[in-house]
């Protein structure tokens, strides 16, 4: 049976398209929804942008299939309809009724009411919403579309049980075949549907997944190294003994972290991690590597959001460099750090980088319609960043660029997004198993052991 879905207006300011995302039922958008969104219609935000789009896709139904009022066809096989109540709504209850939240939910009983049969859920991103519908006896969902259970968004390590002999060889060759039953099948290949079907049996190892070989007979007896899918291979991780501009990865997930950050085959890199992981370190003294050092990109473009994306800088005094320091402070600490403890020393030694252009350090807010090709990206704190930011981002690399997206999905300030729907988690698990990706998240922390303290005990 088809089903009602009432949107709320944070859905559509999420993913405009969200209105064809329901399959063949029906949706409505509240006229409250409508007054709401054109709020937001002015703002230079990617909110303002998926504002504007929304109302020009509304328009466009309008004029292809007639009256919104009484519903139009939608490419997905279902409806969509403006609901117009001939009243202002009253919410049965003690609550705020001049509030535009509860007028958009009146509507969804209101809906509910006129077609009684029918089932009627409403959807919002708004958890507070959420549980007032559900205390007022409403159906209410979360947007799903592009949203990643936090389970889903693999560590970026497994562990694998091999012979002794297989690791020693390992040690040798810097190589060893990989388990056949762990290998994925190839496209239009036959899939072993036993396997698969077994929920004991180990998971097919994934492009560029750290492996930590074990010795089925000594569990010290251990060895790291990375998948190849196109060698079908587990190779040797190429980290330097002596570090990347002073820094020694100090685990193994920093280990592979180095290794995958200097790979410039790899073109896509997710660090997820709580705070003191060593998240923005290595990717900074990784892209100081291959830009400064072995000249492998012309330049390294660090960023940050400005929260919100897109908000303007103006609203701080001075000039550009002066209004961006607070924002980007951090990557300036990190910076003395590398410089304090590599080759270079002395306060502010990155300087001359910054001058002669091979090093920059800007806000996201203007990056819409550049191309940046042969370039070192690194976009810290991705986290706050939407699904749809993220890929604006991504698809702004030309040729030879490389991508680091760093972030703990436990720290978002952005209200509108969360741990399971922010670009950094979504990014991470939708490029599970490309040969241009790799992932890893770093779960010990190496700043201090104060700051370790902290962030496991508050």
């Not at 509860?102 to 049969?117: K, S």
């Not at 994934?206 to 492996?211: D, T």
């Not at 190849?228 to 592979?256: C, F, M, W, Y």
């Not at 604006?392 to 030879?400: F, K, N, V």
Request: glycine letters at 8%; hydrophobic letters at 35%.
């Amino acid at each position: 049976m088809k089903k009602n879905y009432v949107l709320d207006t944070n859905i559509l300011l999420h993913d405009p398209y969200a209105i064809f995302r329901f399959d063949d039922n029906n949706v409505i958008i509240p006229i409250y929804v409508i007054e709401e969104v054109d709020q937001f219609k002015r703002e230079g935000s990617e909110r303002g942008r998926n504002a504007r789009h929304v109302v020009r896709l509304l328009d466009d139904l309008r004029e292809q299939g007639g009256s919104l009022s009484k519903g139009v066809a939608i490419k997905s096989g279902g409806t969509l309809t403006v609901a117009v109540p001939s009243q202002r709504p009253e919410l049965p209850s003690a609550i705020d009724k001049a509030a535009m939240d509860n007028a958009i939910l009146q509507t969804a009983f209101d809906v509910r009411e006129a077609d009684g049969g029918r089932p009627t859920v409403f959807v919002t991103m708004d958890t507070n919403l959420r549980i007032r519908a559900d205390a007022l006896g409403m159906v209410a969902e979360t947007y799903e579309n592009q949203r990643v259970e936090p389970q889903r968004v693999e560590t970026g390590v497994t562990d694998v049980e091999v012979s002794a002999d297989e690791i020693d060889t390992f040690f040798q060759e810097g190589r060893l075949p990989a388990p056949p039953h762990l290998v994925p099948p190839e496209k239009g290949e036959p899939r072993d549907r036993e396997r698969e079907r077994n929920k004991d049996a180990a998971p097919y190892l994934s492009a560029n997944l750290c492996v930590l070989l074990r010795d089925r007979a000594n569990a010290s007896h251990t060895a790291l190294g990375r998948y190849d899918a196109a060698k079908k291979e587990i190779v040797a991780l190429r980290t330097p003994r002596e570090g990347v501009i002073g820094v020694r990865p100090r685990n193994k997930e920093q280990s592979h972290a180095l290794d995958i950050l200097l790979d410039e085959n790899i073109r896509l890199v997710t660090l997820v991690g709580k705070a003191g992981t060593g998240k923005t370190l290595l990717a900074l003294a990784a892209g100081l590597k291959r830009t400064v050092e072995d000249g492998v990109y012309t330049r390294m473009l660090v960023s940050r959001p400005v929260m919100p994306l897109g908000r303007d800088i103006g609203f701080l005094p001075g000039d550009v460099d002066e209004k961006l320091n607070p924002w980007m402070q951090p990557i300036f600490d990190n910076l003395e750090f590398l410089f304090s403890s590599g080759t270079r020393k002395g306060p502010r030694a990155y300087a001359e980088l910054l001058d002669s252009g091979q090093l920059q350090v800007e806000p996201l807010t203007y990056i819409r319609g550049r191309s940046l090709p042969q370039q070192y990206i690194i976009v810290d704190e991705a986290q706050n960043l939407t699904p749809h930011e993220v890929k604006t981002i991504i698809t702004r690399s030309g040729d030879g660029t490389k991508i680091v997206l760093t972030g703990d999905p436990g720290q978002i300030d952005n209200p509108y997004v969360d741990s399971a729907s922010n670009g950094l988690s979504v990014a991470a698990d939708r490029f599970r198993g490309e040969k241009v990706a790799a992932h890893i998240v770093l779960t010990r922390g190496e700043r201090s052991e104060l700051a370790e303290l902290a962030a496991n005990l508050l």
